[in-house]
């Protein structure tokens, strides 16, 4: 079992939390576009993975990642809408990457407003978690039917 593990240190602890869980609970992503793009990873409540990218396609492998090798009943990315044409150019690769997620794009106001609870981590990062759990508009759903 432990063989299977992956490299990656967020998809492992999320490999091991899906375990003790049940594997039934939901991958949350909060991604916060821009210069630098923030994301933050979740299972359930617990933080997975915090980091930073310069590239649409870096994220959304990152992302797809995490929903491959992590067992849960969902995956919901939830990207913030500061940057329009930024957002949108994530929803897309994140469709292609991850086609069995929820994608939701959330306000994004006040975000970037550090709290002592988040210190030491960067504020982009801050910005994705927080996204994360605020509640979006459905952009992109899950297509159920396979037949």
Do not use: C, W
Request: aromatic share 6%; hydrophobic share 40%.
């Amino acid at each position: 079992m432990l063989e299977r593990l992956d490299e990656n240190p967020g998809i492992f602890k999320g490999q091991i939390v899906s375990r003790l869980g049940g594997e039934d609970d939901t991958i949350l992503v909060g991604v916060d576009p821009g210069k630098r793009i923030g994301l933050a990873v979740f299972y359930g409540r617990t933080r997975l993975s915090f980091s930073t990218f310069e590239s649409i396609t870096a994220v959304s492998h990152r992302v797809g990642g995490f929903a491959r090798a992590v067992p849960a009943g969902l995956v919901l990315i939830r990207v913030g809408n500061g940057n329009r044409s930024l957002a949108t150019r994530l929803v897309d690769a994140f469709e292609r990457e991850v086609p069995n997620a929820v994608v939701e794009l959330v306000d994004e106001s006040g975000t970037s407003v550090r709290t002592a609870k988040m210190k030491g981590i960067q504020k982009d990062q801050v910005a994705a978690a927080k996204i994360a759990f605020r509640k979006g508009d459905v952009v992109s759903q899950v297509t159920r039917n396979h037949g």
